[in-house]
Structures are given as structure tokens and as C-alpha cells.
């Protein structure tokens, strides 16, 4: 005989697919949010608002505004992560895949600001506060996120230890991730477009510097660390 799932069942089945549409509608309004006008200022009444709910539905889909913020950045770290993959194929010898890894890196990075800032905010928090207040689930898939853009990263560099193109005196992935986490703080260089100098002994002043000179910067020392003589 055929058997029938309960009616419960069907009814939390879609209460979960409701729950989840929800989710990713609020997400959404807040990449929209981040894209047009930064992340800095952005609360979550005006979030609720774009979605057309009221502030408590949004922490009944979120534990708070730094989960909310992490699911955000987990959008940016995908695109992010095509773009290096997308980058590192297109190139046949490890030099030249690095170069153009950290080249998408920071073209990415230019073209979306609210991403460097959502980065930098979630990264200057201590790990037991973000463990605090991120789930497991939203905190797994941010490190997911995270992870998948270093490991094209640190299989490039891998690869070029293999093959004797580079000579690493560290281990690829901490190389990895320090090379994002400086990617980052370039990227808000490039945003400031100013540098800081002294014209004499204690009496500073300010030059330009444009994005094109922090990418070709960024590449530049990627490159030195990997390829000098060990």
C-alpha cells in the first residue's frame, strides 16, 4: 500500500521554504543597500524597510546585525571567487596565474567597496565575540566562503613550488591569507586614494595614489615574495 507523508509534514516543508525565501529576500535588500550607499551607516529598520517588514521579523531570520552582515558577505566572497578562478585559468604558468589572481582580487575589491568594508568589519572582531553572535550555520558558511577564494590562492602557490617557479619560505596557505588580509587594507588605500609622507622631519603631507597603482603594487609584491631565491 502507498503511504502518505503527514499533513504536518507538507506544513513545515513550506513554513522552511517560506522562512528560507525570506531569508534571502532580506539578505538581498541588504547587498542592495551595501552597493548603493556603503555599509557603515546602514541599520536594520532601513533594511526591514526595503524588504517591506518591521525590525523584529528580521531578527526572527537572524540572530543579529553582525549575522546578517556575514550571509552578506558570503554573496560577495562567491563572486569573488569566480572571478579568481575564472582569472587563474586563463593563465598557463604559475607567474602569470598569480599575477592575474591578485589582479581580480583587487579589481573586485574596486568595483565593490562595500565588500572591502564588510570584510573589514567582520575581521577586526574578535573570534569568540563573532562565535557569540554568528550561528554555527551562517559562521560555517562564511568560512566557507572565505576559504574557497584562498585555496585558488594557495593551490596556485602550491603549484608553483611543484613546478620550481617559486621558492616559499612559509606555507602556502599562510601565505594565503596573509596576502588577503594585506589585499584588504591595500583596497582601502586605494578607496582613501591618498598617501602620507614627510616633506621634512615631523611636518607631513599628502600625495595621490590611484587604484591602478595599488593593483600594480599588490602584484608586484606578490610576485617578489614567491619568485626571490630562497
Given at each position: 500500500?502507498?503511504?502518505?507523508?503527514?499533513?504536518?509534514?507538507?506544513?513545515?516543508?513550506?513554513?522552511?521554504?517560506?522562512?528560507k525565501?525570506?531569508?534571502?529576500?532580506?539578505i538581498?535588500?541588504?547587498?542592495?543597500?551595501?552597493?548603493?550607499?556603503g555599509?557603515r551607516e546602514v541599520?536594520i529598520e532601513?533594511?526591514?524597510?526595503?524588504?517591506g517588514?518591521?525590525?523584529?521579523i528580521v531578527?526572527?531570520?537572524?540572530?543579529?546585525?553582525?549575522?546578517?552582515f556575514?550571509?552578506?558577505?558570503?554573496?560577495?566572497l562567491?563572486?569573488l571567487?569566480d572571478?579568481?578562478?575564472?582569472?587563474?585559468?586563463?593563465?598557463?604558468?604559475?607567474?602569470r596565474?598569480?599575477?592575474?589572481i591578485?589582479?581580480?582580487?583587487?579589481?573586485?575589491?574596486?568595483?565593490?567597496?562595500?565588500?572591502?568594508?564588510?570584510?573589514?568589519?567582520?575581521?577586526?572582531?574578535?573570534?569568540?565575540?563573532?562565535?557569540?553572535?554568528?550561528?554555527e550555520g551562517?559562521?560555517?558558511?562564511l568560512?566557507?566562503g572565505?576559504?574557497?577564494?584562498?585555496?585558488?590562492l594557495?593551490e596556485?602557490?602550491?603549484a608553483?613550488v611543484?613546478?620550481g617557479?617559486?621558492h616559499?619560505?612559509?606555507?602556502?596557505i599562510?601565505?594565503a591569507?596573509?596576502?588577503?588580509?594585506?589585499?584588504?587594507?591595500?583596497?582601502?588605500?586605494?578607496?582613501l586614494?591618498?598617501l602620507?609622507?614627510?616633506?621634512?622631519?615631523?611636518?607631513?603631507?599628502?600625495?595621490?595614489?590611484?587604484?591602478?597603482?595599488v593593483r600594480s603594487?599588490?602584484?608586484r609584491?606578490?610576485?617578489a615574495l614567491?619568485?626571490?631565491?630562497?
Open positions: 500500500m502507498a503511504t502518505h507523508a503527514p499533513p504536518t509534514d507538507g506544513r513545515r516543508k513550506a513554513a522552511a521554504a517560506r522562512r525565501a525570506r531569508q534571502a529576500e532580506i538581498a535588500a541588504t547587498r542592495q543597500i551595501f552597493d548603493s550607499k555599509v541599520q532601513e533594511i526591514a524597510t526595503a524588504v517588514i518591521n525590525r523584529a531578527y526572527r531570520h537572524f540572530t543579529g546585525k553582525e549575522e546578517l556575514a550571509l552578506t558577505l558570503v554573496g560577495y562567491e563572486e571567487h572571478a579568481m578562478a575564472a582569472a587563474a585559468a586563463g593563465a598557463d604558468e604559475p607567474a596565474q598569480l599575477e592575474a591578485v589582479g581580480a582580487f583587487v579589481d573586485y575589491g574596486v568595483a565593490h567597496p562595500a565588500f572591502v568594508d564588510c570584510a573589514q568589519a567582520l575581521m577586526v572582531r574578535p573570534g569568540d565575540e563573532l562565535l557569540d553572535e554568528i550561528a551562517p559562521l560555517f558558511k568560512g566557507r572565505i576559504t574557497s577564494c584562498l585555496t585558488v594557495s596556485t602557490l602550491a608553483g611543484d613546478k617557479a617559486f616559499l619560505t612559509d606555507d602556502p599562510l601565505l591569507n596573509a596576502l588577503y588580509a594585506s589585499g584588504l587594507g591595500a583596497l582601502q588605500l586605494a578607496r586614494g591618498i602620507v609622507s614627510e616633506i621634512a622631519p615631523g611636518i607631513p603631507t599628502v600625495g595621490e595614489i590611484s587604484s591602478e597603482q603594487y599588490m602584484v609584491s606578490a610576485l614567491v619568485t626571490a631565491a630562497a
